[in-house]
Nanobody, 122 residues
Framework: QVQLVESGGGLVQAGDSLRLSCVAS????????MGWFRQAPGKEREFVAA????????YYADSVKGRFTISRGNGKNTVSLQMNSLKPEDTAVYYC???????????????WGQGTQVTVSS
């Protein structure tokens, strides 16, 4: 069992920055790939970014490349998402996720957090 708790969501204006954080607890989270998905109203949940357990590789959706940066804490139990140049279309509930396999992590991760709301006003 892996528990994931997100924090850092909020209301910002277009062009602003926001940093999301996720803390993992439970099983050997240090060997898990971690990442972020998001779900906007009326839309399906979509992949945003992921990082391998060793933090040697990162993956991004095309829509956020160059604006978002994912990073993993030294203790490997935290993952952060630095979001710059935010746009109204980034408005969504952002979910932290984890999986033992990086391929599964970017498609159908096994473990999910409860989500944190990010709202970007124009």
């Amino acid at each position: 069992q892996v528990q994931l708790v997100e924090s850092g969501g909020g209301l910002v204006q277009a062009g602003d920055s926001l940093r999301l954080s996720c803390v993992a607890s439970g099983r050997s989270y240090s060997t898990y790939a971690m990442g972020w998905f998001r779900q906007a109203p009326g839309k399906e949940r979509e992949f945003v970014a992921a990082v391998t357990w060793s933090a040697d590789r990162t993956y991004y959706a095309d829509s956020v490349k160059g604006r978002f940066t994912i990073s993993r804490g030294n203790g490997k139990n935290t993952v952060s998402l630095q979001m710059n140049s935010l746009k109204p279309e980034d408005t969504a509930v952002y979910y932290c996720a984890a999986d033992a396999n990086i391929v599964e992590m970017v498609t159908t991760p096994h473990w999910w957090g409860q989500g944190t709301q990010v709202t970007v006003s124009s």
